[in-house]
């Protein structure tokens, strides 16, 4: 079984809005990533978790904020977004940071208003 | 850093016939290439991979090349059916620490019954 799951499925927000996403995976791997990706372009690398610490943030705005409660879930926390964050949001996992297959789950679809 | 150029950007073929997907990479210490399969509203599914000790390596219909010399390597799919049609993205990895993929800009294949 190689399924990430992430809910919701479709999200629309206010600029002033706080919102969530959510990412789960029950393959025991233990790197888990967020990835922006517009449209018609490659996934974006935006964090990245290994054994459930931050490794990589590569240089996201503060408005967006991971969390990582345990070894099967993470979390992507919105506040302030601006239009041109409207993408498809995709969390995916891997054995291990660095060295194993990733796999993505189907996304959640922001647009914010 | 590592950059990869894919192409072509879109490619039309009939079914039945083949389809070949190229990508180049500038890193020679990148040592893992997955390519990934993505459907409309879906998240990018990993089809295939290759390792740098590897030149070859198949999966029923698709298969895929690894020139290390040169720095590309390559998506062949046989005997296309209307369901592969999607947006196929290579990407290149070094396997160590935290590494991360970077990817191609895509190419839409689109196989016409």
Not at chain 1, 44 to 56: G, R, T
Request: proline share 6%; hydrophobic share 30%.
């Amino acid at each position: 079984d190689t399924e990430v799951t992430q809910t919701p499925k479709h999200l629309v927000m206010g600029m002033t809005n706080k919102k969530s996403l959510k990412c789960e995976q029950h393959m025991g791997h233990r790197a888990m990533y967020w990835y922006k990706q517009k449209a018609k372009k490659p996934p974006e690398l935006m964090f990245v978790y290994s054994y459930e610490k931050l490794s990589i943030n590569e240089s996201v705005p503060s408005r967006f904020s991971p969390e990582c409660p345990n070894s099967s879930l993470l979390n992507l926390h919105l506040h302030a977004l601006q239009p041109e964050d409207s993408a498809l949001y995709l969390c995916a996992s891997s054995q291990a940071s660095g060295d194993y297959e990733q796999y993505f789950g189907p996304g959640t679809r922001l647009t914010v208003t | 850093g590592e950059n990869v150029e894919q192409h072509p950007s879109t490619l039309s073929v009939q079914e039945g016939d083949s389809a070949v997907i190229k990508c180049t990479y500038s890193d020679s210490a990148s040592n893992y290439f997955p390519w990934y399969k993505q459907e409309l509203g879906k998240g990018p599914q990993l089809i295939i991979d290759i390792r740098s000790n590897v030149g070859e390596k198949k999966d029923q219909r698709i298969a895929v090349t690894l020139n290390k010399t040169a720095k590309h390597f390559s998506l062949h799919i046989t005997e296309t059916q209307p369901e592969d049609s999607a947006v196929y993205f290579c990407a290149a990895s070094i396997e160590s620490g935290y590494s991360t993929l970077t990817f191609g800009k895509g190419t839409m294949l689109l196989v016409s019954p």
